[in-house]
């Protein structure tokens, strides 16, 4: 066997959270803010201002989750969209 090579992608937090959390419960953005205790605009902000240590928590608690891997996800999102790579091996 010969090592492979990728060149990994992040999805944004945003994609994560509306993909893999309110979509398959059926959650509206409104129920999740009510849920969260923030405002339609602080939810929103995600997808530009990205995932801040207190709604990592708030995602954490609400969603079963830690509010590391919510701070993980974004920090590796900015690390590859600043131009950055990461590479991961595999055995194929």
């Known amino acids: 066997m010969r090592p492979g090579y990728a060149h990994a992608q992040s999805p944004h937090p945003g994609e994560v959270?509306?993909?893999?959390?309110?979509?398959?419960?059926?959650?509206?953005?409104?129920?999740?803010?009510?849920?969260?205790?923030?405002?339609r605009k602080s939810l929103s902000s995600i997808g530009h201002a990205g995932i801040s240590p207190?709604?990592?928590?708030?995602?954490?608690?609400?969603?079963?989750?830690?509010?590391?891997?919510?701070?993980?996800?974004?920090?590796?999102?900015?690390?590859?969209?600043?131009g950055a790579t990461a590479l991961i091996i595999f055995i194929v």
């Open 54 to 82: 207190e709604m990592a928590i708030r995602l954490s608690m609400a969603f079963e989750t830690s509010a590391e891997s919510w701070l993980n996800q974004q920090s590796m999102f900015r690390s590859l969209a600043s």
């Open 17 to 39: 959270l509306k993909e893999l959390c309110l979509e398959p419960l059926g959650l509206s953005v409104t129920e999740v803010t009510e849920a969260l205790g923030v405002s």
